[in-house]
C-alpha cells in the first residue's frame, strides 16, 4: 500500500488516471509484473463509466458501516467446523444487501447469486468463515484509537467485509455485470478445514466458477496467483503399554516415533537445502499417561510444504518410508510382547500450481492495483485460491486492505487505514472481470 492515499477531492477516473501512469513510469521491481496495455484501457474506460464511478465512491463511502459490520461479524465466533453462526449472519447480509438468491450449501458455504445480463459465464467472489481459534475464545473486539484488536479480526472476518461492501456498492450504484456473480462465505479454509468449503464447490459435480476471485491477507500490493502445496499427517504408533518397570522390555511407541522424526529429519534436510523451496514440520506430539508408564500410543502432527508438486511428492514419500523404518527398528528390539503398530493418517492435502501472468484475471488484478499507484507483486501462498489454481482454473486471491498483524494470535490487530481502496480495487477487479453490462434499468 502507498504511504499516502489518493486524495479524497479527486474523483475515482482522476485516481485512476494518475495511478495508471505513475505505475507505467515506474521501473518494475524484481517481483512486479507488467500490466499488458489493453488491459489499463480497459479500467481508464470502466472508470470513466459515470455508474462504476458512483460505485467506487459509494466504496469510500460505506466505510464507517464497514466498520461496523467488522465489529459485528469478529464477535460471532467462528471456530474451525463451527462456522455455522457466522455463515447465518452473512447469508442474512446477503439478502438485505441485494443478492437475487442465497443459499448454503452441503458443506456449509454460504453463497448469494447476483445475476448477470447474460449469465454465460460465473464468476466466484469470497472470503473464508472461519477462524483458526477454538470454541471459546473471547472473540470481544477491543479498540484502542483507531486501532481494533480481536482474534481473527483481519483474518478472514475483514476479507468478509470486503465481499459485502462490493455487493451493497453495486447494488446502490445499479452497476450491472454481464456475467453472474456469487458472493461467497467459505468454511474450512483454515487449519485441518483443508480447504473443505472450495473443494466442495470445485468437486465434479460442484457450481465450479469459471473464475474465482479470493480476498484475504492484507494490504494492496501481493496478488497470489500460485498455490504452495501442503500435505498434513496425523502419525500415531500404538502397542501395549503397561509399567515402566514391570513391563520393561515390550515396544515402546515414544522410542519408535523419536526415531521415526530422527530418520525423517536426516533424508528431509538434505531434500531441502537446493531446489524448489520445500519445509517440514513436527508441530505437535503428543500420548502417554505417566513418568513410569510405558505408553500405549504416542502421535505427532506433521506439515510438509512445497513450491513443487514433485518437490513435495519427494518429501512425503521420504516421511513415510521414516516412519515405517522407526517401527521396524523399535519392533526388533523389544524383548516380549506384541509388536507396535502405526497409523499413517493423512489429515491435510492442499494442492499447488500456478497462473500464468498473462491470465485475464492475474492482468486485470495488476491492472486494477495499479489504478491506486501500486505495483502489483505476483505472490505464492497457502489460500483457497489453491484449489481453483490446481485444476487450472483462473484465480487470484487479492488483499483485504487496511493495516494489521498478528493474524492467528490472540492479540491480532487491524486499523481502518485506507481500507477502503482495497474495496474500491476488489469491485473494479469484479466488474471487469465479470463484464460491465452498464446500470440497471
Known amino acids: 500500500m502507498p504511504s499516502t492515499s489518493p486524495s479524497t477531492c479527486m474523483s475515482p477516473f482522476a485516481i485512476v488516471l494518475a495511478g495508471l501512469t505513475a505505475f507505467a513510469s515506474t521501473p518494475a521491481s524484481s517481483s512486479a509484473q507488467t500490466v499488458e496495455p489493453r488491459y489499463s484501457e480497459e479500467v481508464r474506460a470502466l472508470t470513466a463509466n459515470a455508474a462504476v464511478s458512483a460505485a467506487l ?4 463511502e460505506l466505510d464507517p458501516w464497514a ?4 465489529i459485528e461479524l469478529t464477535e460471532i465466533p467462528a471456530p474451525p467446523f463451527m462456522e455455522d453462526e457466522r455463515g447465518e449472519r ?5 439478502t438485505e444487501l441485494g443478492a437475487d438468491s442465497v443459499w448454503t450449501d ?14 454465460e459465464r460465473t464468476i466466484g467472489f469470497g472470503g473464508h468463515l472461519d477462524t483458526v481459534f477454538p470454541e471459546g475464545t473471547d472473540v470481544t473486539v477491543r479498540q484502542v484509537g483507531d486501532t481494533l484488536f480481536a482474534p481473527g479480526v483481519g483474518d478472514d472476518t475483514r476479507g468478509l467485509v470486503v465481499v459485502l461492501s462490493v455487493l451493497r456498492a453495486l447494488e446502490e450504484a445499479e452497476v450491472e455485470t454481464e456475467d453472474d456473480v456469487l458472493f461467497v462465505g467459505v468454511v474450512g479454509e483454515e487449519g485441518l478445514g483443508d480447504l473443505r468449503g472450495m473443494k466442495y464447490l470445485y468437486r465434479d459435480d460442484g457450481l465450479r466458477p469459471d473464475v474465482w476471485i479470493d480476498v484475504d491477507g492484507g494490504g494492496l500490493s501481493r496478488i497470489v496467483s500460485m498455490g504452495l502445496g501442503s500435505v498434513r499427517y496425523r502419525v500415531t504408533f500404538q502397542g501395549p503399554g503397561g509399567h515402566s518397570w514391570g513391563a520393561f522390555g515390550t515396544a515402546n511407541p515414544a522410542h519408535a516415533m523419536s526415531r521415526a522424526v530422527r530418520y525423517f529429519q536426516d533424508v528431509a534436510d538434505t531434500l531441502t537445502r537446493s531446489g524448489p523451496r520445500t519445509s517440514y514440520n513436527v508441530g505437535r506430539i503428543g500420548g502417554g499417561t505417566s513418568v513410569n508408564s510405558v505408553p500405549f500410543e504416542s502421535w505427532m502432527e506433521v506439515d510438509m510444504r512445497s513450491e513443487s508438486p514433485a518437490s513435495l511428492a519427494r518429501i512425503e514419500e521420504a516421511f513415510l518410508a521414516a516412519m515405517d523404518r522407526g517401527l521396524r527398528e523399535e519392533n526388533e528390539l523389544r524383548r516380549e ?7 499413517n493418517d493423512r489429515i491435510g492435502d492442499r494442492p499447488s500450481g ?3 501472468p498473462s491470465t485475464p484475471v492475474v492482468q486485470r488484478a495488476l491492472a486494477t492495483t495499479a489504478a491506486f499507484g501500486v505495483q502489483g507483486e505476483l505472490a505464492r501462498s497457502s489460500t483457497d485460491s489453491n484449489v481453483p489454481i490446481a485444476l487450472g482454473v483462473p484465480a487470484v486471491t487479492i488483499g483485504r486492505g487496511g493495516v494489521g498483524s498478528n493474524g492467528h494470535a490472540p492479540n491480532e490487530y487491524w486499523i481502518d487505514r485506507d481500507a477502503y481502496l482495497a474495496v474500491q480495487r476488489a469491485l473494479l477487479l469484479v466488474v471487469a472481470e465479470a463484464g460491465f453490462a452498464g ?3
Open 106 to 119: 452441503g458443506e456449509g458455504n454460504v453463497i448469494g447469486l447476483r445475476r448477470g445480463s447474460r449469465g
Open 337 to 343: 510382547g506384541p509388536a507396535l503398530t502405526v497409523d
Open 439 to 441: 446500470p440497471i434499468s
Open 57 to 60: 465512491e459509494r466504496a469510500e
Open 90 to 94: 452473512f447469508a442474512e447480509l446477503l
Open 67 to 70: 466498520l461496523e459490520l467488522l
Open 354 to 356: 500456478e497462473m500464468d
